[in-house]
């Protein structure tokens, strides 16, 4: 019997189409690189598409704490752009909150030196 399994017989995962499933995507559990997948690249254009209403205003923290905590455990291409590109998208649309959330980030404890850095990025370029 032949039991590896190439996961050919497997649908790719759908991409979000709201915040809320945005945030589930980017908190996809162990195991689940297709779901973080789908979402961090579809993270940036959903950001800017989402009209400024109360769902955007209230997820932008949550969407930002998850980016920035995320790390690369699954070695995706092009992670690293992706999400600053969509924490980029998510300072310019909710800039008091971001900011604010992002400066004390960079000042919280046990916080590693990329995502210092990261911040400090996001902020920068979200200025210019």
């Known amino acids: 019997y032949d039991l590896t ?20 995507g ?10 973080l997948a789908a979402a961090l690249e579809s993270a940036e254009a959903l950001v800017r598409a989402a009209p400024m209403a109360r769902e955007l205003i209230t997820l932008a923290r949550p969407i930002a704490h998850a980016l920035l ?19 980029c998208a998510l300072t310019v649309r909710c800039p008091d909150s ?6 004390a980030e960079f000042y919280g404890t ?9 911040a400090l990025l996001v902020i920068r370029a979200a200025a210019e």
């Open 5 to 24: 399994d190439d996961r050919s017989d497997l649908l790719p995962a759908p991409r979000p189409k709201h915040l809320r499933h945005l945030l589930a």
């Open 26 to 35: 980017l908190r996809a559990k162990t195991g689940e690189h297709q779901t």
């Open 69 to 87: 905590h995320l790390h690369n455990e699954y070695s995706l291409p092009g992670f690293a752009q992706q999400r600053r590109r969509a924490l």
């Open 98 to 103: 971001l900011s604010e959330y992002l400066t």
């Open 110 to 118: 046990n916080h590693t030196l990329e995502m210092r850095l990261e």
